[in-house]
């Protein structure tokens, strides 16, 4: 069974940081992309970046410059730096883990940003 595990969220002043983690349990996903989601209250569920085996990055428009994916195949997690943050960002952000056909998501950690 596979399980991701996201933590890492938290209050924030607008403009500060917060670093997100999501790690995987079982098997080893170095093969597969992975990336994060956020859904805030009342809105649907959104790309904020997405990272390939091979180290490629993807970022929405909204967080180009600010956020940055990275991942760690030994351990088997993937992060999210976010810098400058906003309140628009204030959001649940989701682990997300594809393996073509199928994908994976954690339960979600919250981020809110608020002065």
């Known amino acids: 069974q596979v399980q991701l595990v996201e933590s890492g969220g938290g209050l924030v002043q607008p403009g500060g940081s917060l670093r997100l983690s999501c790690a995987a349990s079982g098997r080893i996903f170095r093969n597969y992309m992975m990336g994060w989601y956020r859904q805030a209250p009342g809105k649907q569920r959104e790309l904020v970046a997405q990272?390939?085996?091979?180290?490629?990055?993807n970022y929405a428009d909204s967080v180009k410059g600010r956020f940055t994916i990275s991942r760690d195949n030994t351990e088997n997690t993937v992060y999210l730096q976010m810098n400058s943050l906003k309140p628009d960002d204030t959001a649940v952000y989701y682990c997300?883990?594809?393996?073509?056909?199928?994908?994976?998501w954690g339960q979600g950690t919250q981020v809110t940003v608020s002065s």
């Open positions: 997300n883990l594809d393996v073509g056909r199928i994908d994976y």
């Open positions: 990272i390939t085996s091979g180290g490629i990055t």
